[in-house]
């Protein structure tokens, strides 16, 4: 079709396009399938190009996009080979955690350690997606090739082992279990025999009271490393995780990594408050170890990092961290003050309408409490049917999608710290990446009663 009516048509489809690769971008290259449709409508669209020359700004743009999401559509070569990435607590290397967060996808590969009964491990190379059933493969050729008794690798299951002991049989065909792993959770490979008698990694058992790093760095240094940290991670998640995190459960979680691991960070820094207040014997300085928490929190609440705000006020919340009434009785009043504000802000009492009036005056960028926005979106799936009578529920999608542009909003501006360059700037950064935490709460309160019975 030639003339005005034809380009403008031609427009409008080039349109969709555009908007179609600007909004799933990266995630295409998931999708085998869409990868054809998008080489096919391309060449032809190249075809139209040298015939209708209101074209050819489109076409740039389209050129553009494609290469962004490494498409790479021109050419049938094989995709170059991925650099492997580590996750957050499988290898403790600061090089690594020193790295700026890129976004992770289901065919990327990754490192990790998978234990046997008695603690030794193997190491596998295995993509974020893999199943159940591909990891025990490879720890099974890994056991064939050690010189470990071949007798162990028959009939191996894979287990996901927490630090309080608890045990998850994982099945075959479950996907993606790397990134539901909990904070200090491992996962053992054994036979069916042997699965009563695992038992956590003893790093993970053992506590080390003492005065530990956040005692020498300054509340600023901490505050700010949260925030660059937890900046980067949020930028990692596309909004359409949130979709797939709430619309498709686990069977999403394909396409859900990146903000699986910022929930996970979120509820590391929350276990880190409640770990470093508990492990710290002398009642002074813990005292003091609380006022230097409220203030990390009013500063991540200056620095618009809301997640790092609520992480912190949740793990001095903690139960067995409020319960220590002298420790709390020795805080300045002004910081006891500053603290109540804080519970107040975070309260959920009115569908949290202390937060959501306190973010809705912010402005770009803006780190938000992301659990908040899958409790909206959850309410908003739940709540109606996506089909009515055959029909889609379009009154239903657009509230969703105006809940996921609310993301897009808060990102649309990016981060500038004054972050100064300190002789000890590494070492935060890198204590602020790797956090040991105890995220075992019946452990945490049995130093909870110690501290108590030591005050007393």
Same mark, same amino acid.
């Given at each position: 079709?030639?003339?005005?009516?034809?380009?403008?048509?031609?427009?409008?489809?080039?349109?969709?396009?555009?908007?179609?690769?600007?909004?799933?971008?990266?995630?295409?290259?998931?999708?085998?399938?869409?990868?054809?449709?998008?080489?096919?409508?391309?060449?032809?669209?190249?075809?139209?190009?040298?015939?209708?020359?209101?074209?050819?700004?489109?076409?740039?743009?389209?050129?553009?996009?494609?290469?962004?999401?490494?498409?790479?559509?021109?050419?049938?070569?094989?995709?170059?080979?991925?650099?492997?990435?580590?996750?957050?607590?499988?290898?403790?290397?600061?090089?690594?955690?020193?790295?700026?967060?890129?976004?992770?996808?289901?065919?990327?590969?990754?490192?990790?350690?998978?234990?046997?009964?008695?603690?030794?491990?193997?190491?596998?190379?295995?993509?974020?997606?893999?199943?159940?059933?591909?990891?025990?493969?490879?720890?099974?050729?890994?056991?064939?090739?050690?010189?470990?008794?071949?007798?162990?690798?028959?009939?191996?299951?894979?287990?996901?082992?927490?630090?309080?002991?608890?045990?998850?049989?994982?099945?075959?065909?479950?996907?993606?279990?790397?990134?539901?792993?909990?904070?200090?959770?491992?996962?053992?490979?054994?036979?069916?025999?042997?699965?009563?008698?695992?038992?956590?990694?003893?790093?993970?058992?053992?506590?080390?009271?003492?005065?530990?790093?956040?005692?020498?760095?300054?509340?600023?240094?901490?505050?700010?490393?949260?925030?660059?940290?937890?900046?980067?991670?949020?930028?990692?998640?596309?909004?359409?995780?949130?979709?797939?995190?709430?619309?498709?459960?686990?069977?999403?979680?394909?396409?859900?990594?990146?903000?699986?691991?910022?929930?996970?960070?979120?509820? $590391?820094?929350? #276990?880190? &408050? /409640?770990?470093? +207040?508990?492990?710290?014997?002398?009642?002074?300085? @813990?005292?003091?170890? =609380?006022?230097?928490?409220?203030?990390?929190?009013?500063?991540?609440?200056?620095?618009?990092?809301?997640?790092?705000?609520?992480?912190?006020?949740?793990?001095?919340?903690?139960?067995?961290?409020?319960?220590?009434?002298?420790?709390?009785?020795?805080?300045?009043?002004?910081?006891?003050?500053?603290?109540?504000?804080?519970?107040?802000?975070?309260?959920?009492?009115?569908?949290?309408?202390?937060?959501?009036?306190?973010?809705?005056?912010?402005?770009?960028?803006?780190?938000?409490?992301?659990?908040?926005?899958?409790?909206?979106?959850?309410?908003?799936?739940?709540?109606?049917?996506?089909?009515?009578?055959?029909?889609?529920?379009? $009154?239903?999608? #657009?509230? &969703? /999608?105006?809940? +996921?542009?609310?993301?897009?909003?808060?990102?649309? @501006?990016?981060?500038? =710290?004054?972050?100064?360059?300190?002789?000890?700037?590494?070492?935060?950064?890198?204590?602020?990446?790797?956090?040991?935490?105890?995220?075992?709460?019946?452990?945490?309160?049995?130093?909870?009663?110690?501290?108590?019975?030591?005050?007393?």
């Amino acid at each position: 079709m030639e003339g005005p009516e034809g380009l403008g048509r031609k427009q409008a489809c080039l349109a969709m396009l555009l908007h179609f690769l600007d909004t799933y971008q990266g995630l295409l290259q998931e999708e085998e399938g869409a990868g054809h449709i998008i080489k096919d409508l391309y060449l032809l669209i190249m075809k139209d190009e040298s015939l209708y020359q209101g074209l050819r700004e489109d076409t740039l743009r389209l050129h553009q996009l494609v290469e962004t999401v490494e498409l790479k559509i021109p050419e049938e070569n094989q995709p170059p080979s991925k650099q492997v990435k580590p996750l957050f607590r499988h290898f403790r290397r600061i090089d690594s955690c020193l790295q700026t967060r890129v976004a992770f996808r289901g065919s990327d590969e990754i490192f990790c350690r998978v234990y046997m009964p008695d603690h030794s491990y193997v190491t596998i190379r295995s993509r974020l997606s893999a199943s159940v059933q591909d990891i025990l493969g490879s720890v099974t050729e890994k056991l064939q090739y050690s010189e470990e008794p071949t007798g162990r690798e028959d009939s191996l299951i894979l287990v996901a082992v927490s630090s309080s002991g608890e045990k998850v049989l994982l099945q075959p065909t479950e996907d993606c279990v790397f990134t539901a792993l909990g904070i200090n959770s491992h996962l053992f490979a054994c036979t069916r025999d042997s699965y009563e008698a695992l038992v956590p990694l003893p790093e993970e058992i053992q506590v080390s009271p003492g005065d530990t790093e956040i005692h020498r760095v300054e509340p600023e240094d901490v505050a700010n490393h949260l925030t660059a940290f937890h900046w980067e991670l949020f930028r990692c998640v596309h909004e359409l995780e949130f979709v797939d995190y709430v619309f498709h459960g686990e069977r999403g979680r394909r396409e859900t990594a990146n903000l699986e691991l910022l929930l996970q960070r979120c509820s $590391e820094v929350t #276990h880190w &408050v /409640a770990t470093e +207040v508990l492990l710290c014997e002398a009642p002074g300085k @813990r005292a003091q170890l =609380l006022k230097k928490f409220i203030k990390i929190a009013a500063l991540c609440k200056q620095n618009q990092d809301l997640l790092s705000f609520y992480a912190v006020v949740m793990g001095l919340d903690n139960a067995a961290v409020s319960r220590l009434r002298l420790t709390w009785e020795k805080l300045p009043g002004k910081f006891k003050n500053l603290f109540r504000k804080f519970e107040n802000l975070t309260d959920p009492c009115r569908n949290h309408k202390s937060y959501r009036e306190v973010i809705s005056k912010m402005k770009p960028p803006v780190i938000p409490f992301v659990p908040l926005i899958l409790k909206d979106l959850t309410f908003l799936h739940e709540g109606s049917k996506t089909l009515v009578d055959g029909l889609v529920n379009i $009154e239903k999608l #657009h509230s &969703v /999608a105006e809940k +996921v542009r609310t993301i897009r909003k808060y990102r649309s @501006r990016p981060l500038c =710290l004054d972050m100064e360059a300190s002789p000890h700037h590494l070492q935060t950064k890198a204590y602020v990446r790797q956090f040991q935490v105890i995220d075992n709460q019946n452990l945490l309160f049995e130093l909870s009663y110690k501290l108590e019975a030591n005050s007393q």
